[in-house]
């Protein structure tokens, strides 16, 4: 069997599963042969031996089966930093980019507070950007906390960074930071149900908020209060439309007056964004 066969094999498929399954075709080929996506274009008449078969037919199994292509390549890009990713935390979203964007447009910082940190994209690509000398990120799962770690051990950041496990909800710390980062689970909990079959591969704690999706902005705004400086910026993402003027309202009542919304590349609103 050629790259070739297997391809218009995997098409076949993979057609009526994904809208984009010529690209998806070539990528699991690609990642079962450990070549790049032009090699597989290129190279249509090369020969695959059985083990490449099996390595092939075994990955596109498991896509069929739902499994994000992030979780079988255990890689995602983020910000143009190939970060490892692995099952049990967030695949990161472009839409957080909109957070490090605003960062780098108001930083530099000293000291950064990235709460439910997954994976430690957002602390780790403001220290690859130099726009942040030193940052804790805060999560409450110990999943995240490694897969953060190995992150930092892997861009050189562990001398920076400190990956703490703990529950936003009860979390003492003393330390004042100049920027406070927050990408809260904000999905309401009845949307669990309708979300497509891949996005239910990962974890439920890192994408719900409770019942309107909302409960984690208090706990930040109260951080927010506690332990950002004055004129420190904070930068909080937000999921739906609808959540803008609610989270501007809490923030309100916790007296955060500086609020503004910062657009995605969608045109959505995505971040709540000030200074203290
Ligand atoms: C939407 S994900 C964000 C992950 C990462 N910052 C990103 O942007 O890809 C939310 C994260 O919050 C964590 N989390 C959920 N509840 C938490 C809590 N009570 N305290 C701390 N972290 C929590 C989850 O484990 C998950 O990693």
Redesign the pocket.
Known sequence: MTIGDIYKEVLELFRDKFSNSYLEAILIISLGLGKSKEYILAHQEVELSEKEIAKIKGLVEKRLAGVPYAYLKKEKEFFGINFFIDEG?????PE?ETIVEIVLEEGPFVNGL?????????GLTILCKEACQRFIG????SK?IEVATINAEKLGLLERVNFLK????SLALEEDFDLIVA????LPVSAWDSLPQEVRQE?K???LGGDDGLI?YPEIAKIITKNLVKGGLFAV?IGKKEQVDRVKEIFLSYNIKDVRVKEDLSGLPRVIWGRK
Do not use: K, Q
């Not at 935390?89 to 979203?93: D, E, G, Q, T």
């Not at 990235?114 to 957002?122: E, Q, T």
């Not at 990408?183 to 904000?186: C, K, M, R, T, V």
């Open positions: 935390v967030l695949i990161p979203r957080t990235d709460l439910f940190c997954g994976s430690g994209i957002i805060i999560d409450i799962s995240s703990a529950d936003i909800r990408n809260p689970p904000y974890p704690e890192a994408l984690f993402e």
